[in-house]
């Protein structure tokens, strides 16, 4: 069993900036895949984007960009920047590490 833990959500205006981590506990972290999810109120969950174990990273076209995610292995930590916000990104965000999901941390972005 991993466990996935997010923090760093928060309240921010529109064009601020916010870095969510994420910890996954576990003694191959440098092998999973980790990925960032969002859910906004009454809309589906989608992925943000992901990082492979050699630092490869994919991002939705909504947050290209704006958003990088990044990782330190020897923290067990990948991070989330997030840039230029947008009320639109206000969303859970989630974390996972392959199959493992974190319990999520909530970003609002006010106009």
């Known amino acids: 069993q991993v466990q996935v833990v997010e923090s760093g959500g928060g309240l921010v205006q529109a064009g601020g900036s916010l870095r969510l981590s994420c910890t996954a506990s576990?003694?191959?972290?440098?092998?999973?895949?980790m990925g960032w999810y969002r859910q906004a109120p009454g809309k589906q969950r989608e992925l943000v984007g992901t990082?492979?174990?050699?630092?490869?990273?994919n991002y939705a076209d909504s947050v290209k960009g704006r958003f990088t995610i990044s990782r330190d292995n020897a923290k067990n930590t990948v991070y989330l920047q997030m840039n230029s916000l947008k009320p639109e990104d206000t969303a859970v965000y989630y974390c996972?590490?392959?199959?493992?999901w974190g319990q999520g941390t909530q970003v609002t972005v006010s106009s």
């Open positions: 576990g003694s191959i972290f440098r092998m999973y895949v």
């Open positions: 996972t590490a392959n199959k493992y």
């Open positions: 990082i492979g174990g050699g630092g490869s990273t």
